[in-house]
């Protein structure tokens, strides 16, 4: 991996000019932010596998919680529209994710919640023709990273209205642009990876930059 490397020739560099043992810990804060990063590439695949595999529900509901927790306690911060979709996942085989990585697991099956599926952007049949997604998202040291393809897409540079996307990674799309904590009850349905949108209007964002979509055909 690309960021081991640079955390080896680090050490080699400063072993070799003589640098302090103390500042082991520069290294150790680029071996923790490399290593996480892997882990919730990791856990997002798993995840994303998990949810599109045909396997009985009590499996299914078992290998959703143990990877939404881990999810949520690792990445929940870095990748907010990831985590809104696995949750919504994890809270339809009704296991709902609480707050610092617990479940509701332990309650009695009449008191756990049932959500309503989370469809498909646009799929046959579907009477959604809007919605809103996250075009990217800025990651905690500053960067930002871009969920599609089809446009340059940056902080100075969002895609005029007509621009067709494609999507990076499967992403939510909301009834509204999220600010700070997602609120899940805007959550209307998740947009598959390669799946196609046409951009209606766009918005600028601290954390995310926004689009109001409609579907369309990648051809």
Not at 176 to 189: F, I, V, Y
């Amino acid at each position: 991996m690309a960021g081991e490397g640079l955390v080896k020739a680090l050490q080699i560099a400063g072993a070799a000019l003589g640098i302090p043992a103390a500042a082991a810990g520069t290294f150790a804060a680029y071996q923790n932010y490399f290593s996480n990063d892997e882990t919730c590439h990791k856990l997002r695949s798993s995840i994303i596998g998990t949810m599109e595999r045909n396997v009985a529900l009590e499996t299914k509901r078992s290998l959703l919680r143990r990877d939404v927790t881990e999810f949520e306690k690792l990445c929940a911060n870095a990748d907010p529209d990831a985590h809104a979709i696995f949750h919504a996942a994890l809270n339809e085989t009704g296991h709902s994710a609480a707050p610092g990585g617990a479940t509701a697991a332990a309650l009695p099956e009449p008191a756990r919640p049932q959500a309503p599926p989370v469809g498909v952007f646009g799929a046959p049949g579907s009477k959604e023709h809007y919605g809103w997604v996250a075009l990217s998202h800025r990651q905690s040291g500053g960067s930002w990273t871009v969920h599609f393809n089809g446009y340059a897409i940056s902080e100075t540079s969002l895609p005029p209205s007509g621009t067709v996307l494609s999507a990076q990674r499967m992403l939510p799309v909301w009834s509204e642009p999220q600010a700070g904590t997602n609120d899940q009850t805007k959550l209307q349905s998740r947009l598959p990876a390669g799946a196609c949108v046409r951009v209606v209007s766009t918005r600028g964002g601290i954390s995310r930059l926004w689009a109001e979509v409609s579907p369309a055909s990648c051809s």
